[in-house]
């Protein structure tokens, strides 16, 4: 019977942000949005309605360009988590959640997720650092993730999945999701497993070195 926590990654988007919403709402569900700070600028009632409904928001980059681990650019990591946590503003957990971008775009989790400037970053902005361990790649199969997605959810105990609130068409499909999940017993839960919280408030909490680029930027 396994526990389910929701993430949606890559919004906030007008015309799949307030569907999802709506959705989760009749499942009396609440997920985690990691935003980019570049689409929060001209689109902040859609994550001030999440806030609102009990939904947390986390930090996943300024642009979403390249994986922070892959950069070897001085300040580009600490810029891009600094400038869309100053646009979430109030609307941040207390425990400042971010989210890095996924390796390979196949949502890898590897040495390209941070660089070392990136974990300075989260350690001295007491930041909560956010994984996960189901990708059912919604952007690539818009029909198929349901079935991918139910699949990798139920091998595990505790699962965080990561969908995205984009115009791929995939989230017609989230109502079909939650309700084949909750048919078959699964939990909701919004708090992450330990497992996939590397570092918790800035405090190191699991181990990291898996997830920090070796020789990158200083
Ligand atoms: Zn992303």
Not at 133 to 162: Q, S, T
Request: aromatic share 8%; proline share 6%; glycine share 10%.
């Amino acid at each position: 019977m396994p526990i389910i926590t929701m993430s949606f990654d890559n919004g906030p988007d007008p015309d799949v942000t307030p569907h999802v919403l709506d959705t989760l709402r009749r499942h009396d569900i609440r997920s985690t949005f990691f935003v980019l700070g570049d689409k929060l600028r001209d689109r902040r009632a859609l994550v001030e309605r999440a806030h609102a409904e009990g939904h947390w928001i986390g930090n996943h980059t300024y642009n979403h360009l390249v994986p922070l681990g892959m950069s070897a650019e001085a300040d580009m990591a600490s810029g891009e988590i600094a400038r869309t946590q100053e646009l979430i503003g109030e609307l941040a957990h207390e425990r400042r959640f971010f989210r890095p971008l996924g390796g390979g775009g196949g949502g890898h989790l590897d040495q390209r997720l941070l660089n070392d400037e990136a974990l300075r970053t989260l350690v001295q902005g007491r930041y909560t650092c956010v994984l996960w361990n189901v990708v059912p790649e919604d952007w690539a199969y818009p029909e198929g993730w349901v079935e991918r997605a139910l699949r990798l959810c139920f091998e595990i105990e505790h699962a965080v999945i990561v969908l995205h609130d984009l115009p791929t068409g995939a989230m017609a499909r989230l109502d079909h999701f939650l309700c084949a999940a909750e048919d078959r017993g699964a939990i909701f839960q919004q708090d992450f497993p330990d497992a996939c919280v590397p570092v918790e408030r800035g405090r190191i909490s699991g181990p990291i070195e898996p997830y920090v680029a070796t020789g990158g930027a200083a």
